[in-house]
């Protein structure tokens, strides 16, 4: 694929191994522009970074080389993994975000963004389960690249988890409900709960987990649909 070049200067300047890289986090950029996007994660001031960058036109930038550690990701767990920057590639969607009017992704965005997940999966041996977006790893503090994202889309390519639809009826009372329904996101990967103790800040955990699969549906509410595509996820 042809890429464009616009290198930042705010990466871990050591060389890391290729078989380190396991995830690949999705990310949107969450501001009013292109440029001013580039710029943020041009400066070193900010300290952010992302190995690419994809503008609404499809055109893919890369911004640090692969075998450096970009800084995208932050404070991140999934599974056994903590700060993810150093295990995964960032990539970077132009997207004015929620706060200043979040966007349907362009047509042409996502397929530049399948076609280099594809690339990467291959060159890397990525599992389709570990394409994730930034507020799987970090559901407290993130909520990109949010519900408009096609997850549904990107599985057709066999990039990120997704569920088969099954009208098995399960119900559970709203305490089982709500046990079981972390112990599947634990089994999925997600963490910062306790699942002896869940507490209100637990409902942010809860949306992450439905703007991923259940994007019309972001309530932070364990509800009987939410519950049951946990369970598909996870059996």
């Known amino acids: 694929m042809r890429l464009l070049l616009n290198n930042s200067p705010n990466y871990l300047k ?3 191994l290729p078989r380190n890289i ?3 986090i ?3 950029t969450g501001m009013q522009s292109e440029i001013e996007s580039i710029k943020r994660l041009k400066n070193p001031k900010y300290k952010v970074s992302c190995h ?17 550690e970009a800084w995208h990701a932050g404070k991140s767990r999934w599974k056994k993994f903590t700060n993810l920057n150093k295990n995964s590639i960032g990539i970077e969607l132009v997207n004015k975000g929620h706060q200043f009017g979040y966007q349907n992704f362009s047509n042409k965005q996502i397929k530049s963004l399948i076609q280099l997940c594809k690339i990467l999966k291959k060159k890397y041996r990525i599992k389709k389960e570990n394409f994730l977006g930034h507020s799987d790893v970090a559901p407290l503090r993130k909520i990109d690249p949010g519900e408009k994202f096609p997850w549904k889309k990107l599985s057709n390519y066999n990039i990120g988890k997704w569920y088969r639809n099954n009208h098995k009826n399960m119900k559970f009372s709203e ?8 112990k599947n996101l634990k089994k999925l990967g ?7 103790k869940i507490t209100f800040r637990d409902k942010k955990i809860v949306k992450s987990f439905q703007r991923h699969y259940t994007p019309k549906n972001v309530t932070g509410k364990i509800d009987q649909k939410t519950f049951k595509i946990s369970h598909f996820l996870t059996h």
């Not at 690419?52 to 450096?68: D, H, P």
């Not at 305490?175 to 972390?182: A, G, Q, S, T, Y």
Request: proline share 0%; net charge positive; aromatic share 22%.
């Open 14 to 16: 050591k060389a890391r």
């Open 22 to 24: 396991k995830f690949v």
């Open 26 to 28: 999705i990310h949107y």
């Open 52 to 68: 690419y960058l994809i503008n609404r036109k499809g055109q893919t930038i890369q911004m640090v080389k692969e075998r450096f």
């Open 175 to 182: 305490k089982k409900l709500n046990l079981l329904f972390f």
């Open 190 to 196: 997600y963490r910062y709960f306790n699942i002896n």
